[in-house]
T-cell receptor
Framework: EDQVTQSPEALRLQEGESSSLNCSYT??????LFWYRQDPGKGPEFLFT???AGEEKEKERLKATLTKKESFLHITAPKPEDSATYLC?????????????FGSGTRLSIRP | NAGVMQNPRHLVRRRGQEARLRCSPM?????VYWYRQLPEEGLKFMVY????????ESGMPKERFSAEFPKEGPSILRIQQVVRGDSAAYFC?????????????FGPGTRLTVL
C-alpha cells in the first residue's frame, strides 16, 4: 500500500537554527513528490514538486531534495514567519486519478 | 488571477441535516479534487472530477456523500444526514488538466462542524 511518513511530528527551533524535515515514502512507482506549507486555518500552499532521485529545488530559505526512498526539506536560518505545518505528498505512477497521498505533516515552530 | 475559492468557509449543521460545500477552481482549470482533513490527521483524497464527469471517487464514503462538477458553476460536495464524525475541514484543489505533471492548487477550505 502506498504510504507517506513524515518526521518529526513537531520541531521547535530557535530563529537562525537550520534543520531538516524528513519524508519517507513507499509507492509502487513515484510519479511526483510534493511539498506544501499549511498555516493554521488555511489551505495548503504549494512549495515544490520533485520528480526523480537526485533532483533539488530551492525557494528562499527552503531546499527540497529527493532520493529513491525519501525527501528532505532543509530550512536554512529560519525566521519566525517560517512557522507552519509542512506537508509532503506523493503521486504514484500507477495512479490513474492524479490523486496524491499526503503525510501527516511536520509542525515547525521558530522562536524569535 | 484568483485562486481556488471555497464557500462557505465555516458551516455548522445539526445531525441529520444536509451540508453543501462549493468550490470554484482557478481560472483555466478544469479538474477538481476534494480532500478531507480530520483533526490531527493528514489530508485524505475523496474524489476527482472533471466537468460533468466523476473520474475517481475511490476515497468517497459509500453512503451519504456525493460530488458533482456541472458544466456551469462550481463543484459541489454534498453530505446528506450529517453525523458528528463528518466534522472536518474539507479542501478543494484544482489543476489545469489531469496530467501527472500538474500541480494541484488548494483553496482555503470549508470547516464543517456537526452539532
Amino acid at each position: 500500500e502506498d504510504q507517506v511518513t513524515q518526521s518529526p511530528e513537531a520541531l521547535r527551533l530557535q530563529e537562525g537554527e537550520s534543520s531538516s524535515l524528513n519524508c519517507s515514502y513507499t509507492v509502487s512507482g513515484l510519479r511526483g513528490l510534493f511539498w506544501y506549507r499549511q498555516d493554521p486555518g488555511k489551505g495548503p500552499e504549494f512549495l515544490f514538486t520533485l520528480y526523480s532521485a537526485g533532483e533539488e529545488k530551492e525557494k528562499e530559505r527552503l531546499k527540497a531534495t529527493l532520493t529513491k526512498k525519501e525527501s528532505f526539506l532543509h530550512i536554512t536560518a529560519p525566521k519566525p514567519e517560517d512557522s507552519a505545518t509542512y506537508l509532503c505528498a506523493v503521486q504514484a505512477a500507477d495512479s490513474s486519478a492524479s490523486k496524491i497521498i499526503f503525510g501527516s505533516g511536520t509542525r515547525l515552530s521558530i522562536r524569535p | 488571477n484568483a485562486g481556488v475559492m471555497q464557500n462557505p468557509r465555516h458551516l455548522v449543521r445539526r445531525r441529520g441535516q444536509e451540508a453543501r460545500l462549493r468550490c470554484s477552481p482557478m481560472k483555466g482549470h478544469s479538474h477538481v479534487y476534494w480532500y478531507r482533513q480530520l483533526p490531527e490527521e493528514g489530508l485524505k483524497f475523496m474524489v476527482y472530477l472533471q466537468k460533468e464527469n466523476i473520474i475517481d471517487e475511490s476515497g468517497m464514503p459509500k453512503e451519504r456523500f456525493s460530488a458533482e462538477f456541472p458544466k456551469e458553476g462550481p463543484s459541489i460536495l454534498r453530505i446528506q444526514q450529517v453525523v458528528r464524525g463528518d466534522s472536518a475541514a474539507y479542501f478543494c484543489a484544482s489543476s489545469p488538466s489531469g496530467s501527472s505533471t500538474d500541480t494541484q492548487y488548494f483553496g482555503p477550505g470549508t470547516r464543517l462542524t456537526v452539532l
